[in-house]
């Protein structure tokens, strides 16, 4: 049967504040994030886990089903989270520790964070990479490409029809892919100006300290982020061309050319969705 969409107002219509730059991106990384997980769980409702038996007709029934859904969906989210510090902050930075090691003499502080970037941007793009070889995952991007195509298609102001798609391009600038790598970048800038005490001393407080405020700079990070991606979305010159080239390059691994049917599905999503003008979704 037909479902009815997550209904949802921003809360930057209700607090004028929260639509300056930064802010209006890190209000906007919270909502996206929690619809995310709101359309998972529907999603699973409807289809992944009505398989699991054929009666599943009482209401006492559905809710049992619907109350697993939530503990199997809050206990992924909470290994993902565990998994990117994981990656992302204590890897790199035990890393770097251990080269400090081999090296025999502690890095400055330039040299430090450089090498700990570096070494995030390095696992995330592995990673992405690696993921991509599983057969689910590398559908998912295919459909990944379907949206693209969609999009560049409603900007282009044609017909959302499988033929006008199909001919599109497939790597946008304002993907989350190139989301993802512009917070990796500010945060190797971001990174720059924490205190260089931290460096020095007990290395398990410090370390604790440094990923604490690395937790606490995402927020900023994210603001960041978001007004880069929004703004290489709205303008098209050298500058913004340099600053989406990383993201865009990424998308290689991300973004894989969809067939028929896939473009099919992502018209039929996206519809529903966008604004009657293109300037408006920008």
């Known amino acids: 049967k037909r479902q009815r969409f997550i209904e949802h107002k921003s809360i930057k219509d209700k607090i004028k504040i929260f639509k300056l730059p930064v802010l209006r991106g890190i209000v906007t990384y919270i909502e996206t994030m929690i619809q995310g ?3 998972m769980m529907k999603s699973a409702d409807i289809s992944g886990f009505t398989d699991i038996e054929e009666e599943k007709d009482k209401p006492k029934d559905e809710k049992k089903q619907s109350a697993f859904t939530a503990v199997i969906m809050t206990v992924g989210t ?3 989270i565990a998994l990117a510090l994981v990656l992302f902050l204590g890897i790199p930075r035990y890393a770097v520790q251990g080269i400090e090691w081999l090296a025999g003499t502690p890095f400055s502080k330039v040299v430090r964070s450089g090498i ?3 070494l995030k941007l390095a696992v995330l793009v592995l990673y992405m990479w690696g993921v991509s ?3 689910d995952i590398h559908r998912v ?9 969609t999009i560049f298609c409603y900007e282009a102001g044609l017909p959302l029809t499988v033929e006008n798609v199909r001919i599109q391009r497939r790597f946008h600038p304002r993907c989350g892919t190139s989301f993802l790598i512009l917070m990796v ?3 190797i800038l971001v990174g720059f ?3 260089p005490t931290l460096y020095a001393g007990n290395r398990i407080v410090n370390t604790l300290l440094y990923s604490g405020i690395r937790i606490l700079l995402v927020p900023v990070i994210v603001g960041l982020g978001y007004e880069l991606i929004k703004f290489c979305g709205r303008h098209d010159n050298w500058l913004t061309r340099i600053i989406a080239a990383p993201g865009l390059a990424l998308q290689h691994i991300t973004v894989f050319e969809p067939d028929d049917s896939m473009i099919e599905v992502a018209i039929a999503a996206v519809k529903p969705v966008l604004p009657e003008k293109p300037e408006e979704y920008t």
């Open 37 to 39: 997980y709101k359309a």
């Open 78 to 80: 909470i290994l993902g």
């Open 116 to 118: 700990e970037q570096l």
């Open 133 to 135: 070889f599983m057969k």
């Open 141 to 149: 991007f295919a459909y990944h490409g379907a949206e693209h195509k």
């Open 185 to 187: 970048l500010v945060s």
């Open 193 to 195: 100006f924490i205190p």
